[in-house]
T-cell receptor, first 116, second 111 residues
Framework: DAGVIQSPRHEVTEMGQEVTLRCKPISGHNSLFWYRQTMMRGLELLIYFNNNVPIDDSGMPEDRFSAKMPNASFSTLKIQPSEPRDSAVYFC??????????????FGEGSWLTVV | GEDVEQSLFLSVREGDSSVINCTYTDSSSTYLYWYKQEPGAGLQLLTY?????DMKQDQRLTVLLNKKDKHLSLRIADTQTGDSAIYFC???????????FGAGTRLAVHP
């Protein structure tokens, strides 16, 4: 099993540029989550999807952030325009939905974003 | 509301037991999780416990859950230098596996 795959692993970009982060969930998982990790705020849930449909985007910080899941095997998180305060590690995670047996949530290795 | 709290730091001697504590607020949490994060890496699931259990043991790891006090702990027996990492407690909310994380406890293991 390849696990949750994120790209890019590291990105440095200039303020004002568009950033697109990508995620491939584990095959067969129908829930997908985007988290952001910073020193100041810890791990924050930005948005999550179930069966490709956004369920809760209340954690998305601003209109500059958007996320899509066009199919079961791919999701993007876009920041446009990017700002230095967006610098963080962005994690994608996936799981099966429902309440049975823990439904383990698996995390990718993260995309380390620096906006200068 | 949804909130998970942990102490920020713990220092232990190699070979001793480590106990990391966590409190949560949502009484409807169905599962509680412990994740480990090593420097520069993602989150690795260590173990989880269902809310109707009060203890779960997995090799060197023991999870204790006091549902009445909404208190969760992770005990690592015979702590090794490789256990040095940040440990996150998380509660699951709802049926879509939404996880609310604590701030993480940084465990430092010294000789």
């Amino acid at each position: 099993d390849a696990g949750v795959i994120q790209s890019p692993r590291h990105e440095v970009t200039e303020m004002g540029q568009e950033v697109t982060l990508r995620c491939k969930p584990i095959s067969g998982h129908n829930s997908l989550f985007w988290y952001r990790q910073t020193m100041m705020r810890g791990l924050e849930l930005l948005i999550y999807f179930n069966n490709n449909v956004p369920i809760d985007d209340s954690g998305m910080p601003e209109d500059r952030f958007s996320a899509k899941m066009p199919n079961a095997s791919f999701s993007t998180l876009k920041i446009q325009p990017s700002e230095p305060r967006d610098s963080a590690v962005y994690f994608c995670a996936s799981s099966t939905s429902g309440t049975a047996s823990g439904n383990t949530i698996y995390f990718g290795e993260g995309s380390w974003l620096t906006v200068v | 509301g949804e909130d998970v709290e942990q102490s920020l730091f713990l220092s232990v001697r190699e070979g001793d037991s480590s106990v990391i504590n966590c409190t949560y607020t949502d009484s409807s949490s169905t599962y509680l999780y412990w994740y480990k994060q090593e420097p520069g890496a993602g989150l690795q699931l260590l173990t989880y416990i269902f809310s109707n259990m009060d203890m779960k043991q997995d090799q060197r790891l023991t999870v204790l859950l006091n549902k009445k006090d909404k208190h969760l702990s992770l005990r690592i027996a015979d702590t090794q230098t490789g256990d040095s990492a940040i440990y996150f407690c998380a509660e699951r909310i709802g049926g879509y596996n939404k996880l609310i994380f604590g701030a993480g406890t940084r465990l430092a293991v010294h000789p």
